[in-house]
């Protein structure tokens, strides 16, 4: 699979604060995502979201609580 650099940005900073779940880009050109892990872990997450990769333009972040299982690791999906 392809991973766009936003793709690939956000994989390695999930993998490097040691979260699950997944993220995709959406064809409207926004990025859709899912992090499991410690609250801390995924509010260090949310902060590096606000910054991105080097080119991205970040205009905002949006954060739901979701109850959805998670397996180990963290991947990237395909464009929906």
């Given amino acids: 699979m392809i991973q ?3 793709e690939g940005w956000t994989v390695d ?3 490097e604060l040691g979260l699950s ?3 995709r880009n959406r064809k409207d050109g926004t990025v859709e995502a899912m992090f499991s892990g410690s609250l801390e872990k995924v509010l260090e997450m ?3 979201c606000w910054v991105g990769p080097p080119a991205a333009k970040v205009t905002g972040v949006d954060m739901n609580v979701c109850d ?3 397996a180990p690791g963290f991947e990237c999906r395909l464009t929906v």
Avoid: I
């Fill in 68 to 70: 959805e299982d998670m």
């Fill in 21 to 23: 779940g997944w993220v």
């Fill in 4 to 6: 766009s650099k936003g």
């Fill in 13 to 15: 900073n999930a993998t």
């Fill in 46 to 48: 949310e902060r590096r």
